[in-house]
């Protein structure tokens, strides 16, 4: 068993776009809901995540910065095996409309039909803490 780098896992978690963002809901059980990097998947330890700022995971968050994201690639029978990555920290809200820009794409327009002036628009950022990796025989943690 070899311990990965933040740098190999980057490289590993290069296609991976969705993310399930577990956070810790008001009645004190966890939610999870699948969110999209929208293509921002060069993984330094941040993932950033855009969303309506009157919505219940925001809501959560506000409550309790804490949160997990989960990421699953299954790269089939030749491409290798299957990753697991789990990454445990803490979120933070943006709302500065700024800082939208460096993780804006234009797939967001579907959702956010204003770009980064659509009202409500928020963005999530992620910082890790603590991520576990499985790669088919490989496992390890990486501590930031």
Not at 42 to 69: C, H, M, P, Q, W
Not at 96 to 109: G, M, N, P, S
Request: charged share 25%; net charge negative; no cysteine.
């Amino acid at each position: 068993m070899s311990e990965l780098t933040l740098q190999d896992l980057s490289k590993k978690m290069a296609k991976l776009d969705f993310a399930m963002l577990v956070t810790r809901s008001l009645d004190g059980g966890s939610t999870a809901r699948p969110m999209s990097n929208n293509g921002d998947v060069g993984y330094d330890g941040e993932s950033y995540f855009f969303a309506y700022a009157n919505s219940r995971k925001i809501a959560e968050i506000r409550a309790e910065d804490a949160v997990t994201l989960t990421y699953t690639g299954a790269l089939g029978m030749l491409g290798g095996p299957p990753l697991f990555v789990a990454a445990e920290g803490s979120a933070t809200l943006v709302e500065d409309k700024a800082a939208f820009v460096d993780h804006w794409t234009k797939d967001l327009d579907r959702w956010f039909p204003g770009g980064i002036d659509t009202p409500g628009a928020i963005m999530i950022r992620v910082k890790a803490n603590r991520i576990r990796y499985w790669d088919g025989g490989d496992e390890g943690e990486i501590s930031l």
